[in-house]
């Protein structure tokens, strides 16, 4: 069956860096568009950063434009998210999803909080 698995998460202090990772399995992974999103209490689900099939192409929300780095290999099956300079509002729940077409999947989620 599909598996979509995060870790990485924790408790920073504000400016500390983190490493997200997720591995994938039970689809072809390199097949699949991947994505982090992230999820603060109260809020909507938002994407984060996403990376195409064979990584050739990267797409950042603005909020972490310069201080997130996400990458993929194929022959590992898994896809990070290097997250450096982190602030107080990058406090959420983060999702690994993997996309292609109308095939949608989710990961179940990592907790990040940033606080000193």
């Known amino acids: 069956q599909v598996q979509l698995v995060e870790s990485g998460g924790g408790l920073v202090q504000p400016g500390g860096s983190l490493r997200l990772s997720c591995a994938a399995s039970?689809?072809?992974?390199?097949?699949?568009?991947m994505s982090w999103y992230r999820q603060a209490p109260g809020k909507e689900r938002d994407l984060v950063a996403s990376?195409?099939?064979?990584?050739?192409?990267?797409n950042y929300a603005d909020s972490v434009k310069g201080r997130f780095i996400i990458s993929r290999d194929n022959a590992k099956n898994t896809v990070d998210l290097q997250m450096n300079s982190l602030k107080p509002e990058d406090t959420a729940v983060y999702y690994c999803?993997?996309?292609?077409?109308?095939?949608?999947?989710w990961g179940q989620g990592t907790q990040v909080t940033v606080s000193s």
């Open positions: 990376i195409t099939n064979f990584g050739g192409s990267t």
């Open positions: 999803n993997a996309k292609r077409s109308a095939w949608i999947y």
């Open positions: 039970g689809f072809t992974f390199n097949n699949y568009a």
